[in-house]
T-cell receptor, first 114, second 112 residues
Framework: DTGVSQNPRHKITKRGQNVTFRCDPISEHNRLYWYRQTLGQGPEFLTYFQNEAQLEKSRLLSDRFSAERPKGSFSTLEIQRTEQGDSAMYLCASSLGTPDQPQHFGDGTRLSIL | AQSVTQLDSHVSVSEGTPVLLRCNYS??????LFWYVQHPNKGLQLLLKYTSAATLVKGINGFEAEFKKSETSFHLTKPSAHMSDAAEYFC??????????FGTGTSLTVIP
């Protein structure tokens, strides 16, 4: 069990640029989640996948945001035309997908918009 | 509908004294409940989980929590705080394993 891995750890970009983050979940986990966390707040749900299928998206996930999990393994989260308000920590988690199983989190990608 | 309320945004204790972090939940079904800890610039680490077995749950680093259905509470405790316990703590509820609902967090400060 190598844990959930996220890359990059930090991303600084100018407003209006596109950014893409990657998440590699624990290999046997079929569920993968993306969260956004701003300073002093708990994680806010963005979307989750069951294998390669994206099953639910939060209304926080505007049309500038897109997530994929093409082969049911790693996932990418892309933000197009970034805005100042996108500055946050983006957390990925994976789980076995049953109610008694917890999520395992990566260390996150911190996005800073200049 | 499910939700979690962490009753204290900040808790400060002296090293070696007990810790109590309070959490109340709302759930339409029998919930699964979790406590996570987050150190600065890190992801969340699972401390313990309740999944309808024993109501007193023991976790890592000496933490434990008691599920009280009548009070809809799942408070986190530790008999003796250590400096390394200073962090942000999140209470989380789920009933289907599809979505997890986070509290707003409690920041624990440990005074030497």
């Amino acid at each position: 069990d190598t844990g959930v891995s996220q890359n990059p750890r930090h991303k600084i970009t100018k407003r209006g640029q596109n950014v893409t983050f990657r998440c590699d979940p624990i290999s046997e986990h079929n569920r993968l989640y993306w969260y956004r966390q701003t300073l002093g707040q708990g994680p806010e749900f963005l979307t989750y996948f069951q294998n390669e299928a994206q099953l639910e998206k939060s209304r926080l996930l505007s049309d500038r945001f897109s997530a994929e999990r093409p082969k049911g393994s790693f996932s990418t989260l892309e933000i197009q035309r970034t805005e100042q308000g996108d500055s946050a920590m983006y957390l990925c988690a994976s789980s076995l997908g049953t109610p008694d199983q917890p999520q395992h989190f990566g260390d996150g990608t911190r996005l800073s918009i200049l | 509908a499910q939700s979690v309320t962490q009753l204290d945004s900040h808790v400060s204790v002296s090293e070696g004294t007990p810790v109590l972090l309070r959490c109340n939940y709302s759930s339409s079904y029998s919930p699964s409940l979790f406590w996570y800890v987050q150190h600065p610039n890190k992801g969340l680490q699972l401390l313990l989980k309740y999944t309808s077995a024993a109501t007193l749950v023991k976790g890592i680093n000496g933490f434990e929590a008691e599920f009280k259905k009548s009070e809809t509470s799942f408070h986190l405790t530790k008999p003796s705080a250590h400096m390394s316990d200073a962090a942000e703590y999140f209470c989380v509820v789920s009933n289907t394993g599809n979505q997890f609902y986070f509290g707003t967090g409690t920041s624990l400060t440990v005074i030497p």
